[in-house]
Structure formats: C-alpha cells, structure tokens
C-alpha cells in the first residue's frame, strides 16, 4: 500500500458545483486528518483517483 493524495470538497447550500478547499494526503491505512474553514453551510465530500476504478467520491456530510 502507498499513501494516496485527495481533494476536500465544498459545496454550498443550493449550489450543484463542488469546489476543492483542501488537497489532503492519506496513510497506508486510508486515514487522514486537517482542519479547514468553510464559508458558510453546505456540503462536504472526499474526492479521489481509485487504482482501477477511475474518480471516486466519498458520501456527503452536510454542515450547518
């Protein structure tokens, strides 16, 4: 295993576009900890490149 970089997404309430806010680096393990400060409520996911399966995106957590 290897340590693999992805991109904290943000998204604001009512908007369809994503936007990066954070490039983080993951252990061999898939954990990866940051802070970040967002503008305002919305929407925030992980996104990353998979070995075989191309861009993946995580589930969405919703910030109030």
């Known amino acids: 295993q290897q340590q693999r970089s992805a991109e904290l997404q943000f998204r604001e309430s009512g908007s ?7 490039t983080v680096t993951a252990g061999v ?4 900890t940051t802070h970040v400060s967002l503008p305002t409520a919305g ?3 992980v996104s990353w490149l ?10 969405t957590v919703t910030i109030s």
Not at 16 to 22: E, K, L
Not at 29 to 32: I, Q
Not at 50 to 59: M, N, Q, V
């Open 16 to 22: 369809p576009s994503w936007a990066n806010v954070a």
């Open 29 to 32: 393990e898939g954990y990866f």
């Open 43 to 45: 929407q925030l996911r």
């Open 50 to 59: 998979g070995p075989a399966s191309g861009l993946l995106d995580s589930r």
